[in-house]
């Protein structure tokens, strides 16, 4: 199930965001849209990455994902490759790559459910800067074909309270919380 491609700023435009912290951030995302001619690039401070939280609805399970450079288990996603426009469509292949999970869909729709401005530590290579993560709920029917993509990054399925419990960043915590609501 293939979605259609939708532009970060189009998926911004129709987006309501929730309480005072979503609303600033969707404010500076916008803007920093609608001032560069690409927001995806690695290159400004502040850019654009596309995340998921992947459930198994059928479990009302998540599944979370260990990141070495933030120390803390988070969902999946990360940066669009060149040319990628779609943010749906790289937390789709971010989320495949980094689980193994070949049948992911969104779930139960492609809205996008979630924007968060997140800092980002700066390391040898790279210095801190900040993502402007737009978060998706992606669905498998398949979890235990689950496989990280390096020793470094396990993953586990955990409920909804261990989930919340083992999160770290309030920003995460929120996604779960609304991804709660959807399972119902």
């Not at 998921?52 to 288990?73: F, K, N, Q, Y």
């Not at 700066?122 to 390096?150: I, Q």
């Not at 955990?158 to 779960?176: F, G, K, Q, V, Y």
């Amino acid at each position: 199930m293939r979605s259609s491609p939708h532009s970060a700023d189009d998926l911004l435009t129709s987006y309501r965001p929730a309480g005072q912290t979503e609303t600033k951030d969707v404010a500076r995302v916008r803007a920093m849209v609608a001032g560069t001619s690409d927001p995806w690039s690695r290159d400004i401070p502040l850019h654009l990455t596309g995340s998921a939280l992947i459930v198994h609805p059928e479990t009302r399970r998540v599944l979370l994902r260990w990141h070495d450079r933030m120390g803390s288990w988070l969902q999946v996603g990360g940066h669009g490759d060149p040319g990628e426009t779609d943010p749906l469509s790289v937390a789709l292949r971010e989320g495949r790559e980094e689980t193994g999970l070949a049948d992911l869909r969104p779930w139960p729709t492609g809205e996008l459910r979630h924007t968060v401005v997140v800092s980002v530590p700066g390391t040898p290579r790279e210095p801190a800067h900040e993502h402007a993560d737009l978060r998706f709920v992606l669905a498998t029917a398949t979890p235990d074909a689950a496989s990280p993509e390096k020793p470094t990054a396990p993953l586990r399925w955990l409920s909804l309270p261990e989930a919340l419990e083992l999160a770290a960043e309030d920003n995460l915590r929120e996604t779960l919380t609304r991804t709660r609501r959807l399972l119902g």
